[in-house]
Protein backbone atom coordinates (compact mmCIF):
# COMPACT_ATOMS: atom_id res chain seq x y z
CA UNK A 1 0.00 0.00 0.00
CA UNK A 2 1.40 3.41 -1.33
CA UNK A 3 1.77 6.66 1.46
CA UNK A 4 -0.65 9.00 0.34
CA UNK A 5 0.37 12.35 0.97
CA UNK A 6 -0.51 15.87 1.38
CA UNK A 7 3.00 18.05 1.44
CA UNK A 8 2.29 21.71 2.69
CA UNK A 9 4.95 23.43 2.33
CA UNK A 10 7.05 27.63 1.57
CA UNK A 11 9.81 26.65 -1.39
CA UNK A 12 12.24 27.31 -0.41
CA UNK A 13 15.10 25.16 -1.48
CA UNK A 14 15.01 22.24 1.26
CA UNK A 15 11.32 22.44 0.67
CA UNK A 16 12.22 21.69 -2.88
CA UNK A 17 14.29 18.70 -2.26
CA UNK A 18 11.89 17.41 -0.29
CA UNK A 19 9.19 17.68 -2.89
CA UNK A 20 11.36 16.59 -5.48
CA UNK A 21 12.30 13.25 -2.75
CA UNK A 22 8.63 12.55 -2.87
CA UNK A 23 8.32 12.36 -6.82
CA UNK A 24 11.06 10.15 -7.02
CA UNK A 25 9.67 8.00 -4.48
CA UNK A 26 7.76 5.05 -6.14
CA UNK A 27 5.95 4.17 -2.60
CA UNK A 28 4.08 7.43 -2.20
CA UNK A 29 1.11 8.55 -3.94
CA UNK A 30 1.27 12.36 -4.06
CA UNK A 31 -2.22 13.64 -3.89
CA UNK A 32 -1.62 17.34 -3.57
CA UNK A 33 1.66 19.98 -2.85
CA UNK A 34 0.02 22.87 -0.97
CA UNK A 35 1.75 26.50 -1.20
CA UNK A 36 1.56 28.45 2.68
CA UNK A 37 3.53 32.05 2.77
CA UNK A 38 6.23 31.47 4.89
CA UNK A 39 9.86 31.82 3.76
CA UNK A 40 8.56 34.33 0.61
CA UNK A 41 5.27 35.41 -0.07
CA UNK A 42 2.62 32.93 -1.15
CA UNK A 43 2.57 34.32 -4.77
CA UNK A 44 5.97 33.28 -4.74
CA UNK A 45 6.30 29.71 -3.00
CA UNK A 46 2.48 28.29 -5.64
CA UNK A 47 5.16 29.40 -7.94
CA UNK A 48 8.21 27.58 -6.76
CA UNK A 49 5.89 24.43 -5.81
CA UNK A 50 5.19 24.24 -9.65
CA UNK A 51 8.67 25.28 -10.88
CA UNK A 52 9.95 22.13 -8.85
CA UNK A 53 7.53 19.76 -10.08
CA UNK A 54 8.23 20.42 -13.78
CA UNK A 55 11.83 20.43 -13.15
CA UNK A 56 11.36 16.70 -12.17
CA UNK A 57 9.04 16.30 -15.34
CA UNK A 58 6.08 15.68 -13.22
CA UNK A 59 3.48 18.39 -15.07
CA UNK A 60 0.67 16.36 -13.79
CA UNK A 61 1.11 17.02 -9.98
CA UNK A 62 -1.76 19.04 -8.33
CA UNK A 63 -0.41 22.35 -6.59
CA UNK A 64 -2.37 24.48 -4.38
CA UNK A 65 -2.42 28.06 -3.03
CA UNK A 66 -3.48 28.09 0.45
CA UNK A 67 -2.72 31.01 2.96
CA UNK A 68 -1.47 34.34 1.63
CA UNK A 69 -0.67 35.22 5.99
CA UNK A 70 -0.67 33.63 9.37
CA UNK A 71 -3.98 33.75 11.20
CA UNK A 72 -2.95 36.20 13.71
CA UNK A 73 0.65 37.49 13.44
CA UNK A 74 2.12 39.22 10.28
CA UNK A 75 4.24 36.96 7.81
CA UNK A 76 7.67 36.97 8.36
CA UNK A 77 9.59 36.00 5.50
CA UNK A 78 13.20 34.32 5.23
CA UNK A 79 14.67 36.02 2.18
CA UNK A 80 18.16 36.17 4.14
CA UNK A 81 18.02 32.49 3.29
CA UNK A 82 16.47 31.42 0.62
CA UNK A 83 16.59 34.54 -1.48
CA UNK A 84 14.41 36.78 -3.49
CA UNK A 85 12.60 34.10 -5.43
CA UNK A 86 12.28 31.65 -2.41
CA UNK A 87 14.44 29.59 -4.59
CA UNK A 88 17.48 30.96 -5.95
CA UNK A 89 20.46 28.91 -7.12
CA UNK A 90 19.66 27.67 -10.53
CA UNK A 91 17.76 29.31 -12.66
CA UNK A 92 14.34 27.75 -13.72
CA UNK A 93 11.43 28.27 -16.16
CA UNK A 94 8.29 30.25 -14.92
CA UNK A 95 6.20 27.10 -14.89
CA UNK A 96 3.35 26.44 -17.43
CA UNK A 97 1.58 24.00 -15.44
CA UNK A 98 -2.00 25.12 -13.79
CA UNK A 99 -2.38 26.51 -10.64
CA UNK A 100 -5.82 24.80 -9.31
CA UNK A 101 -8.45 26.45 -8.74
CA UNK A 102 -9.69 25.35 -5.22
CA UNK A 103 -8.04 26.87 -1.86
CA UNK A 104 -5.63 24.76 -0.01
CA UNK A 105 -7.20 23.96 3.43
CA UNK A 106 -10.45 23.01 1.27
CA UNK A 107 -8.00 20.46 -1.14
CA UNK A 108 -7.03 19.03 2.43
CA UNK A 109 -10.54 19.14 3.81
CA UNK A 110 -11.83 17.38 1.00
CA UNK A 111 -9.23 14.89 0.38
CA UNK A 112 -9.56 14.09 4.60
CA UNK A 113 -13.04 13.43 4.36
CA UNK A 114 -13.74 11.75 0.79
CA UNK A 115 -11.15 9.24 1.37
CA UNK A 116 -10.99 6.35 4.05
CA UNK A 117 -10.01 7.70 7.74
CA UNK A 118 -6.45 7.07 8.30
CA UNK A 119 -5.21 6.67 4.98
CA UNK A 120 -3.77 10.09 4.43
CA UNK A 121 -0.40 11.67 5.70
CA UNK A 122 -0.03 15.18 6.01
CA UNK A 123 3.92 16.45 5.43
CA UNK A 124 4.86 19.81 6.57
CA UNK A 125 7.62 21.89 5.61
CA UNK A 126 6.55 25.52 6.62
CA UNK A 127 4.42 27.69 8.74
CA UNK A 128 1.32 25.29 9.90
CA UNK A 129 -1.38 28.28 8.76
CA UNK A 130 -3.29 25.73 5.96
CA UNK A 131 -3.63 22.72 8.47
CA UNK A 132 -4.63 24.79 11.25
CA UNK A 133 -7.24 26.76 8.65
CA UNK A 134 -8.49 23.39 7.22
CA UNK A 135 -9.29 22.07 11.35
CA UNK A 136 -10.77 24.97 12.76
CA UNK A 137 -13.48 24.47 9.16
CA UNK A 138 -13.77 21.27 9.58
CA UNK A 139 -12.78 19.51 13.00
CA UNK A 140 -14.01 16.14 11.63
CA UNK A 141 -10.47 15.74 9.58
CA UNK A 142 -8.40 15.31 12.67
CA UNK A 143 -9.16 11.71 13.29
CA UNK A 144 -9.28 11.03 10.11
CA UNK A 145 -5.44 12.08 9.25
CA UNK A 146 -2.94 9.46 9.47
CA UNK A 147 -0.51 11.26 10.74
CA UNK A 148 1.44 14.65 10.86
CA UNK A 149 4.82 14.53 10.23
CA UNK A 150 6.27 18.27 10.13
CA UNK A 151 9.51 20.23 10.32
CA UNK A 152 9.23 22.71 12.90
CA UNK A 153 10.52 23.65 16.39
CA UNK A 154 13.80 23.30 18.42
CA UNK A 155 14.99 21.52 21.65
CA UNK A 156 18.47 21.71 22.92
CA UNK A 157 19.60 23.39 19.32
CA UNK A 158 17.41 26.83 20.21
CA UNK A 159 16.06 28.54 17.59
CA UNK A 160 17.02 29.71 14.07
CA UNK A 161 14.88 33.03 13.36
CA UNK A 162 15.53 33.96 17.13
CA UNK A 163 17.50 32.37 20.39
CA UNK A 164 14.52 30.07 20.88
CA UNK A 165 12.11 29.67 17.88
CA UNK A 166 12.79 27.86 14.56
CA UNK A 167 11.09 29.74 11.61
CA UNK A 168 8.17 27.36 10.66
CA UNK A 169 6.58 27.47 14.09
CA UNK A 170 7.97 31.16 15.09
CA UNK A 171 5.78 32.45 11.46
CA UNK A 172 2.29 30.93 12.78
CA UNK A 173 2.73 29.94 16.73
CA UNK A 174 -0.82 29.61 16.59
CA UNK A 175 -1.23 27.25 14.05
CA UNK A 176 1.38 24.95 15.55
CA UNK A 177 -0.55 25.28 19.22
CA UNK A 178 -3.75 24.36 17.12
CA UNK A 179 -2.16 21.37 15.29
CA UNK A 180 -0.51 19.76 18.13
CA UNK A 181 -3.82 19.63 20.60
CA UNK A 182 -5.89 18.17 17.14
CA UNK A 183 -5.21 14.87 18.63
CA UNK A 184 -3.84 13.69 15.05
CA UNK A 185 -0.72 10.96 15.49
CA UNK A 186 2.40 13.63 15.11
CA UNK A 187 6.14 13.23 14.15
CA UNK A 188 8.23 16.50 14.40
CA UNK A 189 11.50 16.84 12.94
CA UNK A 190 13.24 19.98 15.06
CA UNK A 191 16.34 21.64 14.60
CA UNK A 192 18.06 19.14 16.52
CA UNK A 193 17.79 16.42 13.96
CA UNK A 194 17.78 18.92 11.08
CA UNK A 195 21.11 20.04 11.93
CA UNK A 196 22.75 17.00 11.86
CA UNK A 197 21.65 16.59 8.05
CA UNK A 198 24.56 18.68 6.56
CA UNK A 199 24.70 19.43 2.75
CA UNK A 200 28.64 19.17 2.31
CA UNK A 201 30.73 19.93 -0.04
CA UNK A 202 31.04 16.42 -1.01
CA UNK A 203 27.28 15.58 -1.07
CA UNK A 204 26.37 18.53 -2.96
CA UNK A 205 29.08 16.94 -5.47
CA UNK A 206 26.87 13.84 -5.62
CA UNK A 207 24.37 15.72 -7.33
CA UNK A 208 26.18 18.14 -9.34
CA UNK A 209 27.66 15.58 -11.31
CA UNK A 210 24.23 13.87 -12.00
CA UNK A 211 23.41 12.83 -15.51
CA UNK A 212 19.88 14.66 -15.61
CA UNK A 213 18.73 18.22 -14.89
CA UNK A 214 17.32 17.65 -11.50
CA UNK A 215 20.92 16.51 -9.54
CA UNK A 216 22.57 19.89 -10.69
CA UNK A 217 19.80 21.86 -10.20
CA UNK A 218 19.92 20.92 -6.79
CA UNK A 219 23.47 21.40 -5.85
CA UNK A 220 22.70 24.92 -7.50
CA UNK A 221 20.11 25.19 -4.74
CA UNK A 222 22.12 24.00 -1.89
CA UNK A 223 24.91 26.03 -3.18
CA UNK A 224 22.94 28.94 -2.22
CA UNK A 225 21.10 27.60 0.66
CA UNK A 226 23.95 26.58 2.48
CA UNK A 227 25.65 30.05 2.70
CA UNK A 228 23.32 31.79 5.55
CA UNK A 229 23.85 28.46 8.09
CA UNK A 230 27.59 28.53 6.99
CA UNK A 231 28.42 32.05 7.99
CA UNK A 232 25.73 31.88 11.37
CA UNK A 233 27.38 28.47 12.77
CA UNK A 234 30.52 27.63 11.02
CA UNK A 235 28.89 24.63 9.41
CA UNK A 236 30.55 22.40 7.10
CA UNK A 237 27.33 22.84 4.97
CA UNK A 238 23.62 24.12 5.57
CA UNK A 239 21.20 22.04 7.22
CA UNK A 240 18.92 20.04 4.85
CA UNK A 241 15.47 20.48 6.95
CA UNK A 242 12.58 19.78 4.97
CA UNK A 243 13.69 16.53 3.05
CA UNK A 244 14.09 14.61 6.97
CA UNK A 245 10.25 14.94 6.95
CA UNK A 246 9.95 12.43 3.66
CA UNK A 247 13.17 10.59 4.70
CA UNK A 248 10.87 9.58 8.23
CA UNK A 249 7.97 8.55 6.06
CA UNK A 250 9.95 5.95 3.73
CA UNK A 251 12.55 5.36 5.96
CA UNK A 252 11.81 5.70 9.81
CA UNK A 253 14.91 3.48 10.82
CA UNK A 254 17.44 5.78 9.23
CA UNK A 255 16.25 8.18 12.66
CA UNK A 256 15.13 7.85 16.05
CA UNK A 257 12.93 9.71 18.70
CA UNK A 258 11.17 9.34 21.37
CA UNK A 259 7.48 10.00 22.32
CA UNK A 260 6.43 13.39 24.28
CA UNK A 261 4.66 16.51 25.19
CA UNK A 262 5.12 19.45 22.79
CA UNK A 263 3.44 22.96 23.47
CA UNK A 264 4.05 26.15 21.79
CA UNK A 265 4.81 29.49 23.44
CA UNK A 266 1.99 32.06 22.10
CA UNK A 267 2.03 34.60 24.19
CA UNK A 268 5.50 36.00 25.38
CA UNK A 269 7.11 38.25 22.95
CA UNK A 270 10.29 37.39 24.34
CA UNK A 271 9.84 33.16 23.78
CA UNK A 272 7.04 33.34 20.50
CA UNK A 273 6.98 30.18 19.48
CA UNK A 274 8.91 28.74 21.11
CA UNK A 275 8.38 24.76 21.52
CA UNK A 276 8.81 23.45 24.71
CA UNK A 277 9.41 19.72 24.32
CA UNK A 278 8.91 17.91 27.57
CA UNK A 279 11.76 15.76 27.14
CA UNK A 280 12.50 14.74 30.30
CA UNK A 281 8.42 13.92 30.79
CA UNK A 282 8.19 16.37 33.68
CA UNK A 283 5.42 18.49 32.65
CA UNK A 284 3.05 15.79 33.15
CA UNK A 285 1.46 17.11 30.15
CA UNK A 286 -0.19 14.26 27.88
CA UNK A 287 2.09 13.01 25.28
CA UNK A 288 1.03 14.49 21.68
CA UNK A 289 4.06 13.52 19.39
CA UNK A 290 7.15 11.55 18.42
CA UNK A 291 10.24 14.16 18.53
CA UNK A 292 12.91 12.84 16.28
CA UNK A 293 16.71 13.65 17.37
CA UNK A 294 18.67 11.55 15.64
CA UNK A 295 19.60 10.66 12.32
CA UNK A 296 21.78 8.33 10.46
CA UNK A 297 22.79 11.08 8.33
CA UNK A 298 25.20 9.35 5.95
CA UNK A 299 22.38 6.73 5.30
CA UNK A 300 20.32 9.94 4.61
CA UNK A 301 22.05 11.45 2.12
CA UNK A 302 22.49 7.88 0.51
CA UNK A 303 19.12 7.22 -0.11
CA UNK A 304 18.03 10.78 -1.51
CA UNK A 305 20.88 10.89 -4.01
CA UNK A 306 19.49 7.23 -5.45
CA UNK A 307 16.55 8.41 -5.45
CA UNK A 308 16.95 11.79 -7.22
CA UNK A 309 18.97 9.94 -9.98
CA UNK A 310 15.57 8.98 -10.90
CA UNK A 311 14.37 11.76 -11.97
CA UNK A 312 14.38 13.95 -15.41
O1 LIG B 1 13.58 26.48 10.09
C1 LIG B 1 13.68 25.73 8.91
C2 LIG B 1 12.38 25.69 8.19
O2 LIG B 1 11.98 27.02 7.84
C3 LIG B 1 12.46 24.93 6.86
O3 LIG B 1 11.19 24.38 6.59
C4 LIG B 1 12.77 26.02 5.88
O4 LIG B 1 12.31 25.72 4.56
C5 LIG B 1 11.96 27.15 6.44
O5 LIG B 1 10.62 27.01 5.99
CA1 LIG C 1 10.08 24.97 4.50
Known amino acids: MKH ?12 AVAILLALASPEIELLGICAVAGNVPLHLTEVNARKVCELAGKHETKVYAG ?9 ITAEHVHGKTGLDGPVLPEPK ?6 YAPDFIIDTLMS ?3 GTVTLCCLGPLTNIALALVKEPRIAPRIKRIIAMGGGWS ?20 RL ?3 CGAPITLLPLDVTHQALTTRSRIE ?36 DPCVIAWLLQPDLFTGKDVNVAVECDSELTMGQTVIDWWRVSGRETNAHVVRGINSDGFFEMLSERLLSLS
Open 115 to 117: RPA
Open 97 to 102: MPLQKQ
Open 206 to 241: KFRVMKNQTGPAVAAMLDFFERFDVEKYGSDGGPLH
Open 67 to 75: AIRPIFRSL
Open 157 to 176: EGGNITPVAEFNIYVDPHAA
Open 4 to 15: QIIIDTDPGQDD
Open 179 to 181: VFD
